[in-house]
């Protein structure tokens, strides 16, 4: 399988659960992203991971905690979630901080 | 700082017509500059990037953009668009100083019409 892969494509969970969403890419980049896409809003940047050391976190709240245990791996730790939360979340990688930009396709979290 | 304005949020044009989605940007340094699709259902992909040279550069699929540094703009144009160019299109820019953090425009909606 080529490029960025994101699971799981939908998720639904309550404001007391605990979930994870992972990222996974076989490019062989250096460096991976969190970004939320709300509806309305302009893309966020939430995480920086530049061979697997955070480079950037965006003042995001402390109940989304990024996890990078190698160059190929991301994942997002979600816990006591917000409705405004509800968001796509994408998952990107680069070949360094200047290259461009590869996304999977997302996962959709919807907080109820 | 680094800023990024698309000027329409929402194109609609018919078949076959010419778009332009128009894009200016803010930054105190050099930029790279970048054009992303996003098809319904998923992520975005890159349509085309401004690094360095030529300042006229092209896409695959007949789209091109060019970098004006005098009026800090970098225009999507293509001269006949196609039913499956619907999508949302965004414009990205990025720089040395802000390395690993692009900065993206609010999108623009491109419908295209039969």
């Known amino acids: ?112 | 700082a680094q800023s990024v304005t698309q000027l329409d949020s929402q194109v609609p044009v018919f078949e076959e017509a010419p778009v332009e989605l128009r894009c200016n940007y803010s930054s105190s340094v050099s930029v790279y500059l970048f054009w992303y699709v996003q098809y319904p259902n998923q992520g975005l992909q890159l349509l085309l990037k401004y690094l360095s040279g030529s300042t006229l550069v092209e896409s695959i699929n007949g789209f091109e953009a060019e970098f004006n540094k005098s009026q800090t703009s970098f225009h999507l144009r293509k001269p006949s668009v196609h039913i499956s160019d619907t999508a949302e299109y965004f414009c990205a820019v990025s720089d040395r100083v802000n390395a690993g953090k692009s900065t993206f425009g609010d999108g623009t909606t491109l419908t295209v019409k039969p």
């Open chain 1, 1 to 112: 399988e080529t490029g960025v892969t994101q699971t799981p494509r939908h998720l639904v969970m309550g404001m007391t659960n605990k979930k994870s969403l992972k990222c996974e890419q076989h490019l062989g980049h250096n460096a991976m992203y969190w970004y939320k896409q709300s509806a309305k809003k302009p893309l966020e940047l939430m995480f920086v991971y530049s061979l697997e050391e955070r480079v950037e976190n965006n003042s995001v709240p402390s109940r989304f905690s990024p996890e990078c245990p190698n160059s190929s791996h991301l994942f997002l730790h979600l816990h006591t979630l917000q409705p405004e939360d509800s968001a796509l979340y994408l998952c990107a990688s680069s070949q360094d901080s200047y290259s461009p930009l590869h996304f999977g396709n997302g996962t959709r979290l919807t907080v109820t």
